[in-house]
């Protein structure tokens, strides 16, 4: 430790406070704390309380606290040490998942190793490792300089110890899904072109370029050669400066010099202007600017040296003072071509675009109110890939994502090139669909105006999607804002935010769009261990506690059991959800080596779990006792679930999209709740709760069902999830399935214990005049009535054989057939409690492990501890 005379501080209480009492200076790192947070704006920022922020005049970062349990998000795990948030001050907007330094092969746990402060211009952070993964008695030390005007950080990597010249010299990156790797003059870079981010990597040592090698398809390693490390009789040590920029342009600038003016580029047009702008400003325009007289728009070089526009019609990047051709495209205008001189001082600029090509659509209800909208927009004549599809932009980004359009406000103008189209207008399966097909005519807009009919009548139940993710989760990189745009859009009445590791919320989303009555929510979380699949569960309402390790939510266990029932008991033991996420039964009932020899599994987790997800729907069809799998693949939750239903498990079945990305992502499958209310603004989380455990619900890919059961022995109508007494052994099961004009169904099947009864199978085939017309709203209308000899349990399914979702539902997920299940009633012939014995089906629950019968609607959180 160096005396506190030249500013070397200690992270110590006391050292916290000098940090604080330091005068202001451009270069500063302190730690932060509720009155101290970081301006770092972007889709990937990661930091918590108790990290640490190193900024100057140029840029901001961030690094992560060494601490054992310091995880940035579900797959950047134990980074302490590491660089999480990295951005250009004023053109903030971090995509860096983490550089990670000597890529994992050390670990920075211990907060006293730590030392921090300033030399001359210069702050630094340093830290010395805990542990060598390697455990070869090696040390690493990770030091980051910033000095006073630096569009840089510098990260060095000292080795010491008598095998350290054994240590390969590497540093890791995580910069996922849309960045590329590449090279720029003497510079490794990883770029992003579509979210303007462009990251500088270069030796401190050497003019020869960093390599790149890809590990993963997430992991990116930066290599360094003999003459970019400095070896020394105890280690060795490489360094590196760190580049934030918005684009190659700008990169290219700052390293040439560090004193550059920044250049805003507002992209206006003529068009007329959305109900979601104030300004019509043209979104994701490619900006190419070149010095004049250094002709390379066009080519390779100026296609990767473009700067794109963002959601507001800016880019920014630093440029020195000069004459300048800018060229701007965007599909549905006019390509511009502008000369720009630009002097020493900041600048905007503002470029019009003409000759805007488009339709300007307003999705409205019944009764003329407008209404969120999805417009799924496919080029007429196209191949069979679609080659000629207008893309937008990734599946990861938001509102414009790939061929779709989300417009929470029911109002969007579309820009695109002129041609023909075939445009879909959506709202969820309790909307009718409306189609144009389009001629988009250059320097024309196109008027439409569709009004999307509420056809189905679903009232006493609200659709909800229970489990999806976006970029907090860490294996994704999905905007979260387009996530909720994706399920308001999709008509999802009721979604909780259960981001992977990490207790987020979807409210200030739900806020910015004015969009608070239209979709319940609350804070929940998915925990996410090992072994997988088994080892994951969603868990609603949770107590947020933002920018905490995990959002204040519980960590992941290695013991299946302690996980779940750590989950259950979180909050003080609260009353919540907690769902067992696409499990693989088998194993978890009993044969934890999934060996095929029965065990005890990890069947303790099944007293803790309040639904599970039983998807894919379609086994319900199957016969899978005829057909088993192969052991070690022994996922099918729906037919496993049957069982233990069987066995004494009252768990009600859900199903969830699980969805990551933003391209039809939410919407395809959802879970209709029986609600006292049909509001979104007044649904109570507390109930949801509820009628989760009760099982009232109904699961489905979009047609709507509902299942009542009667009997002479009491006056009750009993739906999903109820007892029902019927002491003559007869139930009278009344179907109803509604759908819109985009699906239909032509199946009703009734399974009794697990089993499709055959005399309970109707289709349009065989009972034509049971079903409803292909182009009306009821499809299905009419009893069975069912003559039992024991307690059973009746699950009633539909569905639309043969038949798609598409083109509603897009080419992946419209392809799967219309479908929907019920959950049980369960019919008691003597009143005296269901019996659950029907162990009928023989494949693949093993039969030798005694059965645990879990109590009609026990909630264990209120009696185990």
Not at 140 to 161: F, H, K, M, N, Q
Not at 669 to 688: G, H, L, V, Y
């Amino acid at each position: 430790m160096r005396s506190l005379s030249r500013h070397h501080v200690p992270l110590t209480a006391w050292a916290f406070t000098v940090l604080l009492s330091l005068p202001a200076v451009a270069a500063d790192i302190r730690v932060i704390y509720p009155e101290f947070e970081p301006k770092i704006e972007g889709k990937e920022v990661d930091w918590i309380y108790g990290d640490y922020l190193m900024t100057n005049d140029k840029i901001s970062l961030t690094i992560a606290a060494p601490i054992a349990t310091r995880d940035a998000n579900l797959t950047v795990r134990e980074i302490g040490a590491s660089i999480l948030d990295l951005a250009v001050n004023d053109a903030s907007n971090d995509q860096l998942s983490a550089y990670i330094p000597a890529a994992l092969r050390y670990q920075f746990f211990d907060p006293a190793k730590v030392d921090v402060g300033r030399e001359g211009d210069t702050v630094y952070w340093s830290c010395v490792s805990s542990n060598a993964v390697a455990g070869d008695g090696t040390e690493a030390t990770v030091r980051y300089e910033l000095a006073d005007g630096d569009p840089y950080v510098s990260a060095s990597i000292s080795i010491r110890g008598d095998k350290a010249a054994k240590v390969e010299p590497r540093d890791m990156l995580r910069a996922d899904r849309t960045f590329r790797l590449t090279e720029v003059d003497q510079l490794a870079v990883a770029q992003d072109t579509f979210f303007r981010s462009a990251i500088g990597f270069q030796s401190a040592k050497s003019d020869q370029p960093l390599r790149w090698k890809s590990k993963s398809s997430r992991s990116k390693e930066l290599r360094y050669s003999k003459s970019q490390i400095d070896l020394s009789d105890d280690g060795i040590r490489w360094s590196v400066k760190i580049y934030p920029a918005t684009s190659i342009t700008d990169l290219r600038a700052v390293v040439a010099s560090k004193v550059i003016p920044l250049r805003t580029i507002q992209v206006l047009t003529d068009a007329p202007v959305d109900d979601d702008q104030t300004t019509a400003f043209v979104r994701r325009a490619t900006v190419q600017i070149t010095a004049a007289g250094n002709d390379t728009a066009g080519n390779d070089a100026g296609d990767r040296e473009s700067i794109q526009t963002d959601d507001e019609g800016v880019a920014k990047l630093r440029a020195p003072a000069g004459d300048y051709r800018v060229v701007v495209k965007a599909p549905g205008y006019e390509t511009k071509e502008q000369s720009v001189s630009w002097g020493d001082e900041a600048t905007t600029t503002i470029l019009n675009l003409d000759g805007f090509s488009g339709f300007a659509a307003v999705a409205t209800d019944g009764e003329g109110n407008r209404i969120p909208v999805k417009a799924t927009i496919y080029a007429i004549g196209g191949d069979e890939e679609n080659a000629n599809n207008p893309d937008f932009g990734p599946d990861s980004t938001r509102t414009f994502v790939r061929n779709t359009v989300y417009a929470v406000s029911g109002s969007m103008l579309v820009p695109i090139a002129a041609g023909n189209y075939d445009v879909h207008f959506s709202h969820g399966p309790e909307f009718n669909s409306e189609s144009r097909k389009i001629e988009i005519k250059p320097n024309q807009t196109e008027t439409i105006d569709v009004q999307l009919l509420r056809v189905v009548d679903s009232s006493g139940w609200v659709s909800a999607e229970l489990h999806s993710h976006s970029s907090p989760s860490g294996d994704n990189t999905s905007d979260q804002y387009g996530r909720v745009e994706n399920l308001l859009c999709e008509h999802l009445e009721f979604a909780p935010c259960t981001e992977h590791a990490r207790i987020s919320s979807y409210v200030p989303h739900l806020r910015a769009m004015g969009m608070e009555d239209a979709m319940a929510t609350c804070s929940g979380m998915e925990v996410t261990g090992r072994p997988l699949p088994v080892n994951h569960q969603n868990s609603f309402p949770l107590r947020h506690v933002p920018h905490t390790q995990n959002g204040g939510g519980p960590r992941a266990d290695a013991n299946p059991v302690v996980q779940i029932e750590r989950i259950a008991m979180w909050d003080d033991g609260s009353d919540k959800v907690v769902q067992m996420n696409h499990p693989n039964l088998h194993q978890i009932y009993g044969d934890l080596d999934v060996d095929g020899k029965p065990d005890e599994g990890f069947r303790k987790m099944l007293k803790w779990t309040d639904v599970i997800e039983v998807h894919p729907l379609q086994t319900i069809f199957d016969d899978v006792a005829l057909s088993p799998p192969n052991v070690r693949e022994m996922r099918i939750p729906l037919f496993q679930w049957m069982q233990l239903l069987n066995q004494g498990y009252r768990i009600p079945g859900v199903i969830n999209t699980d969805a990551h990305y933003n391209h039809h992502g939410s919407g395809w499958r959802r879970n209709w709740f029986a609600s006292s209310t049909d509001d979104p603004a007044k649904i109570s989380i507390d109930e949801m709760v509820r009628q989760a455990e009760a099982g009232h619900i109904i699961m489905s890919t979009g047609p709507y069902m509902t299942v009542k059961a009667t009997s002479k022995s009491v006056d009750k109508v009993a739906i999903p999830g109820d007892d029902l007494i019927a002491k003559d052994g007869k139930v009278r099961v009344h179907v109803v399935v509604q759908c819109p004009n985009w699906l239909d169904v032509n199946r009703v099947q009734i399974v009794i214990n697990g089993r499709l009864a055959e005399a309970h199978n109707r289709t349009r085939k065989s009972h034509p005049d049971q079903f409803g017309e292909s182009d009306s709203v009821m499809k299905f209308d009419s009893y069975f009535d069912l003559e039992l000899d024991s307690d059973a349990h009746v699950i009633v399914a539909t569905i639309g054989e043969g038949m798609t979702m598409e083109k509603v539902m897009g080419p992946s997920y419209g392809k799967r057939a219309p479908i929907a299940v019920s959950n049980p009633v369960f019919v008691d012939l003597d009143g005296n409690g269901f019996d659950h014995n029907h162990d009928e089906l023989g494949l693949p629950l093993p039969k030798q492990v005694p059965h645990h019968h879990h109590h009609d609607h026990e909630h264990p959180h209120d009696h185990e501890h």
